[in-house]
């Protein structure tokens, strides 16, 4: 089952993006004192204890007067109310309760979403507690006093969000059915591709970007084989900044990819590959998905003998860090070669869950040493001991050796290479770990 989603909503100079970095324990998002400047990576993955989940800093407050920043606030409150499990609502001790925190307060409470009332900048738990009992008020459950800057009260409120995970949270599904996730800038014709497949209108299309409302999930049977598609876009936006829409869309993403174990990346041909196409498909890539890139109107493009190699070429040069990616050409409008995606989708799903025998790998592994000398350094010069696959989705290896520092990221991509020419792993990536093993544990 896919990691519980916990997103973080509150006003702006509330602590959202300090307390999001003392989760993430590193600095991911950009805190400065002028409010509305969360700008940065906006999810991370948390761990605690035992448990592990996805935090979303949703951000993206501009205060330029009291009734746009109620507006964005109940914008940011709908974004976690539609896409998180758990919401951590954040105040502030020092600026007290105030209007537009109950108005938000309201709207959490109606969406029947488990919320965990969380009052920041309680830096001296005796000098603020009488303060913090004002939040009672709001009607929303204990409020758990925090200082996110000094790190005081975190395993308190961890603990009272952790309790609200859905049960079985973090335990593999019995549902078997490979989930595809479609992903991609709005109006590339990601629920048109939907549609096609279905064969019916289940999904509203329009021409206005970022139609789709929530992330839907559509089951469709082909050859007999059931299959979850999961849908995704930006919500829907009225003279809205560009980068907003673009920040929402790909908290839509990180959700939607972190349930899929396949992730269809849809690129508009009349438009190529963009900037914002690569950080979409970097997401699918962190996460160790198998990833085919869908090109799509490719009816609408002009074509003579060398279109689909130079295509071929922008692609692999934009989204470089993913060459296994499988790519795959198609008409959402005349259905070309739709039907083609199940095959490859079978193929990559197949790829993902892929064991290679020990025995087999450290033979690759030795021709591989032969072939081509590890790197030395001072005299010292890597040796390579022993490499097994330790789990899948993705497929994932540990190598021992006997000094990590000199394993350079090179020689770990060769062996890669090695390992991909002999057993393909189109679509998926691959994982390394390398670990240290001294000469006398030999």
Do not use: C
Not at 49 to 67: A, Q, R, Y
Not at 98 to 109: H, N, P, T
Not at 222 to 249: P, Q
Not at 324 to 330: G, K, L, N, T, W
Request: charged residues 30%.
């Amino acid at each position: 089952m896919s990691k519980p989603v916990v997103a973080i909503v509150g006003r702006p100079n509330v602590g959202k993006s300090t307390l999001f970095n003392a989760l993430a324990g590193e600095m991911i998002s950009i805190v400065k004192d002028t409010p509305g400047v969360t700008r940065d990576r906006i999810y991370a993955d948390v761990t605690w204890l035992d448990k592990e989940f996805t935090m979303i800093d949703t951000g993206g407050i501009e205060p330029d007067s009291k009734d746009v920043i109620l507006s964005q606030m109940r914008e940011q409150a709908q974004i976690a109310i539609e896409t998180a499990d758990v919401i951590i609502f954040l105040t502030d001790v020092r600026q007290g309760l105030v209007d537009a925190d109950s108005k938000v307060a309201d709207m959490l409470r109606r969406s029947g979403k488990p919320v965990v009332l969380v009052v920041n900048k309680v830096d001296n738990f005796d000098k603020y507690m009488p303060d913090v009992y004002e939040f009672y008020n709001l009607g929303i459950g204990d409020p758990v006093p925090v200082s996110a800057s000094s790190r005081l009260g975190l395993g308190d409120m961890l603990e009272t969000v952790v309790a609200h995970f859905p049960e079985g949270t973090g335990e593999q599904e019995e549902d078997d059915r490979p989930r595809i996730a479609i992903v991609g800038k709005p109006n590339v014709g990601k629920s048109s591709i939907v549609n096609r497949l279905l064969g019916e209108n289940r999904v509203i299309v329009s021409d206005i970007a970022g139609t789709t409302r929530d992330a839907i999930d559509t089951a469709v049977v082909h050859n007999g084989k059931e299959y979850v598609f999961i849908d995704t876009a930006g919500l829907r936006r009225k003279n809205r900044i560009k980068e907003e829409l673009e920040r929402y869309s790909i908290i839509r993403t990180v959700t939607a990819v972190e349930r899929a174990d396949v992730v269809l990346m849809v690129i508009d041909a009349t438009e190529g590959v963009t900037e914002q196409d690569a950080k979409i498909a970097g997401i699918a890539h962190e996460r160790g998905k198998g990833v085919i890139i869908v090109v799509n109107k490719w009816d609408a493009i002009e074509k003579n003998d060398r279109t689909m190699r130079e295509y071929e070429s922008d692609i692999r040069n934009v989204l470089s860090y993913m060459p296994y990616a499988e790519i795959m050409y198609v008409s959402a409008l005349t259905g070309q070669r739709l039907t083609k995606l199940y095959d490859m989708i079978d193929m990559v799903i197949e790829n993902q869950t892929l064991r290679v025998a020990t025995g087999v790998l450290n033979e690759i592994m030795t021709e591989a040493v032969a072939l081509q000398q590890p790197p030395s350094d001072k005299g010292k010069r890597l040796k390579l001991y022993y490499i097994t696959q330790v789990s899948v989705k993705p497929p994932t290896f540990v190598i021992f050796v006997n000094d990590k520092e000199l394993m350079h990221f090179s020689y770990t991509r060769y062996l890669e290479n090695k390992i991909r020419e002999a057993f393909g792993f189109r679509g998926t990536s691959l994982k390394f770990f390398i670990r240290e093993r001294k000469e006398k544990d030999q």
